[in-house]
Nanobody
């Protein structure tokens, strides 16, 4: 089993920045592609970004391109999501997820999930 623990969420104003972290344990972190998903109120959980095992490749959903950056530190077993220019529509619970083998963007392809961290963007 892999354990994933997100942190860094909070209440911010539109235009602010926030960095989420996800600490992994229990499995060799560098073997896993890591992703962020989010669930907005009343909606399904949606893909946000994914990073490859060595950090060389990333994919983003169109809604966050140019504003969010996913990265990882394999020495610290941690994946990050730097969120800039936040908008009210970014309000959601953010989850990190892990998948071995190849990168993916479909929720069902990820084996391990964290409990989520709330991000609220409001003036």
């Amino acid at each position: 089993q892999m354990q994933l623990v997100e942190s860094g969420g909070g209440l911010v104003q539109p235009g602010d920045s926030l960095m989420l972290s996800c600490a992994a344990s229990g499995r060799p972190f560098s073997n896993y592609n890591m992703a962020w998903f989010r669930r907005a109120p009343g909606e399904e959980r949606m893909f946000v970004a994914v990073v490859s095992t060595n950090g060389s490749s990333t994919v983003y959903t169109n809604a966050v391109k140019g504003r969010f950056t996913i990265s990882r530190d394999n020495a610290k077993n941690t994946v990050y999501l730097q969120m800039n220019k936040l908008k009210p529509e970014d309000t959601a619970v953010y989850y990190c997820a892990a998948r071995a083998y190849n990168m993916a963007i479909v929720e069902g392809d990820f084996a391990y999930w964290g409990q989520g961290t709330q991000v609220t963007v409001s003036s």
